[in-house]
């Protein structure tokens, strides 16, 4: 693959690619206080460098203006805008896709719903598709220029890309093997939705702490585990799977914020339960979110402040399990629901604040909106080829 004393010098390549990616424009000695390379060697990786595409030499740093003495120095920044990566969430209902340059900046975007049987596995994959072509497109990137695409399902997801059978075969209806049928965007890897929320809560998000539970909670509830600063996958990659809350005593099922409180309202409404003056008396189940429920509230509504308080100790209960089994010091709501689970998620605190069960990890929103997991997918994918620079350099663009 390489050329004569390039393959020897292949782990300081990958030192100087590093730097690239984590900085703007650098010179050669901005690298060697960054590094502990030598002069010569760090020269010559940057000729290796672009030889390949991956950075470009800009003015020197006289034209600069930085260097006053002597030869002027060669200045580098990394080629960011000659190659592009998609980070892909194909949730149940919805497909959303961000297209970022190779520094994770985000060109382009696209979103559909999935209409007409969101668990048909060949819809979700022209779905998917449509999405990433829209989105390239608005980008101004062609497939080619597509080095990964990351892919966020709602299913475990093992380290081939594979979702196991189980769940009577929902997880292989959301991932009919996108990673070879997909199409043709770069390489395809795979990965859990929640999962990616985690990864993106902690490279862009407020995490401060080693251990954490960053949950999806809207049709239904899903965790994404960092424990120890190591984002946890398990066997077949279903570490976060939270169907056992079927047998939680108050929990009793794995329904999400919006999932349990279309189970109650529904019940409700059969029985009669809800009061005629609620908004929520005549609403039909389809339409109803958190955000309507708290919205009722917020209006004075009594039978939808019950509804909080009841969601609340919900989310409480979920906290408590994972802090129990995992000990994460802070479960992270994250998601579309969070922009709008404000009163759920004090509900939910003032619930583990009884002290019950204590210690419980602290809850809280996350301010990465409803994109979390396609920009986890952009992490990711950018990781991807941070990981492997040698092995993507051929399928640079020049």
């Known amino acids: 693959m390489a050329e004569p004393g390039i393959e020897t010098g292949r782990a300081s390549v990958e030192l100087v690619a590093a730097y690239a990616f984590d900085h703007g424009a650098f010179m050669a000695s901005d690298v060697m206080d960054g590094t502990g390379l030598t002069r010569a060697t760090v020269l010559n990786a940057c000729d290796a460098l672009a030889d390949r595409g991956w950075i470009r030499e800009l003015d020197d740093a006289r034209a600069a203006g930085d260097y006053r003495r002597g030869r002027p120095a060669r200045r580098y920044e990394l080629a960011a805008d000659t190659a592009f990566v998609v980070g892909l969430d ?6 959303a896709a961000l297209v970022a340059t190779l520094r994770g900046e985000v060109v382009g975007r696209a979103e559909r719903p999935i209409v007409g049987g969101d668990e048909d596995p060949d819809l979700r994959l022209a779905t998917a598709r449509t999405v990433v072509e829209e989105a390239t497109a ?7 220029q597509v080095l990964v695409t990351a892919v ?10 594979r979702s196991p059978r189980g769940d009577h075969d929902y997880w292989a209806r959301m991932n009919p093997d996108f990673a070879s049928r997909l199409g043709p965007w ?8 929640a999962n990616l929320a985690a990864t993106a809560e902690r490279a862009l998000g407020e995490v401060a702490r080693e251990s954490i539970a960053v949950l999806l909670a809207e049709a239904s509830f899903g965790a994404g585990l960092i424990v120890d600063g190591v984002l946890l996958h398990g066997g077949a990659g279903g570490a976060g799977e939270l169907r056992v809350l079927g047998m939680v005593e108050g929990v009793g099922s794995p329904e999400g914020l919006d999932g349990a409180a279309r189970s109650w309202l529904e019940e409700d409404q059969r029985s009669g339960a809800v009061p005629a003056a609620s908004p929520l008396a005549r609403m039909p189940i389809g339409t109803l979110d958190v955000g309507r429920i708290i919205d009722a509230a917020a209006s004075g509504d009594a039978y939808a402040g019950r509804l909080v308080e009841r969601l609340g100790e919900r989310l409480g209960r979920v906290c408590v399990l994972l802090g129990s089994l995992l000990d994460v010091d802070e479960v992270v709501v994250a998601g579309g629901v969070a922009r709008v689970a404000s009163p759920v998620i004090v509900a939910a605190q003032t619930w583990l604040d009884e002290g019950t069960y204590a210690p ?12 979390v997991v396609a920009l986890g997918a952009i992490t990711r994918a950018v990781a991807t080829i941070r990981s ?11």
């Open 90 to 95: 194909v949730g149940q209902h919805r497909v």
């Open 138 to 144: 608005q980008a101004g990137a062609t497939p080619g």
């Open 152 to 161: 966020g399902v709602p299913a475990p997801v093992d380290a081939h890309g």
């Open 186 to 193: 770069g390489d395809v890897v795979l990965e859990n939705d």
């Open 360 to 371: 419980t990890p602290i809850v809280r929103a996350s301010r990465l909106g409803a994109d």
């Open 388 to 398: 492997q620079p040698w092995r993507f350099a051929a399928a640079i663009p020049r």
